[in-house]
């Protein structure tokens, strides 16, 4: 329970570059120490995956990015999503986050805890070890017409990394921004969708999938699709559909607007869209297709 949500399997490989002071795993350093993971060691990780009451999997260490171990870590997560694709895979890794945020291994990762530890910043009180997680919100707007199909309720998320050129909500960039995600905000959003007229939620922001976001995001649409099947979930974000298309919330989302908002393609005519790069896509529909990251559109561009 130490390293991620709920209770989960961990795996610590060996080879670390960072070698920070005071590390608490120095023994884990050396890329040829330790054990060779071979069919008996992924079994051993699988049959614990398969336990119902397991969350997931953490990748730690030593660093899972070194060198010695990127390629296989890469190929054991797609493995893992594939067949396990409601569990989550977290990582932790000396690296920071963005020299790493374009690994293509990122595509199978739900939370990264990125940074090489310091030993005058350490806190015993941090959560995960790393800085507090807690999502943070701009707003909960209800009876919105605007943002999906129907009469729905819409959290603004507070984080984004993509930060389009002039974006309407610039307010809602910074992660440490708007108010905490708390369980009185949760008992707002139940409140509508108890309503028989609201046709779901609409997740948007800032980005729901920017790392201080997408667990708690995740986690919130699968209570919401326990207790409201009939619901539906939208989903904006600034990421393409072919970089997110493997995230495991993206099994409880049934329309994702991808991509970036684009100046010079703003056309205020577009369905559900702010410019023409973007795209509605129907998630359900393109999850069941042989290529996943071919999109199925659920509507076009005016109708």
């Known amino acids: 329970m130490l390293n991620g949500d ?12 960072h070698c920070c002071k005071e590390c608490q795993n120095p023994i884990t350093w050396d890329p040829d120490g330790g054990l060779l993971f ?10 614990q995956l398969d336990e119902k009451y397991i969350s997931g999997i953490t990748f730690s260490g030593g660093d ?19 067949k396990y694709p409601d569990k989550t895979i977290w990582l932790y890794t000396g690296a920071d986050w963005e020299d790493i945020c374009q690994m293509a291994l990122m595509n199978y990762v739900d939370v990264c805890v990125d940074g090489e530890f310091k030993i005058d910043l350490k806190d015993t009180k941090l959560l995960w070890k790393g800085s507090l997680c807690n999502m943070r919100y701009h707003n909960i707007t209800k ?11 819409v959290l603004w998320v507070a ?19 708007g108010l905490l995600f708390d369980d ?18 609409t997740f948007s922001g800032g980005d729901p999938l920017h790392p201080a976001n997408s667990l708690e995001v995740k986690n919130l649409m699968a209570e919401i699709k ?27 989302v049934d329309v994702c607007v991808d991509g970036e908002f684009k100046i010079d393609l703003k056309d205020t005519k577009l369905l559900w869209k702010g410019s023409s790069n973007q795209r509605v896509i129907d998630v359900q529909a393109t999850l069941k297709q042989e290529d996943k990251s071919v999109p199925v559109l659920h509507c076009g561009d005016y109708s």
């Open 6 to 17: 709920g209770l989960r399997v961990v795996l610590w490989v060996a080879g670390c570059a």
């Open 184 to 201: 009185n905000a949760k008992k707002e959003i139940f409140e509508q969708l108890d309503e028989k007229y609201i046709s779901g939620i």
């Open 226 to 252: 326990e207790k409201y099947p009939n619901k539906t979930i939208w989903l904006y974000t600034g990421a393409d559909w072919e970089d997110i298309c493997q995230m495991a919330l993206m099994n409880y």
């Open 64 to 82: 899972p990015l070194h060198p010695a171990n990127s390629l296989e870590v890469k190929n054991l997560m797609a493995e893992i999503k594939e």
């Open 159 to 177: 984080g984004c990394a993509h930060c389009c050129k002039e974006c309407q909500n610039p307010i809602t960039w910074d992660p440490d921004g």
């Open 38 to 47: 071979d069919e008996n060691a992924k079994k051993e990780i699988f049959e």
């Open 143 to 153: 009876d919105d017409m605007l943002n999906g199909d129907g009469l729905r309720v």
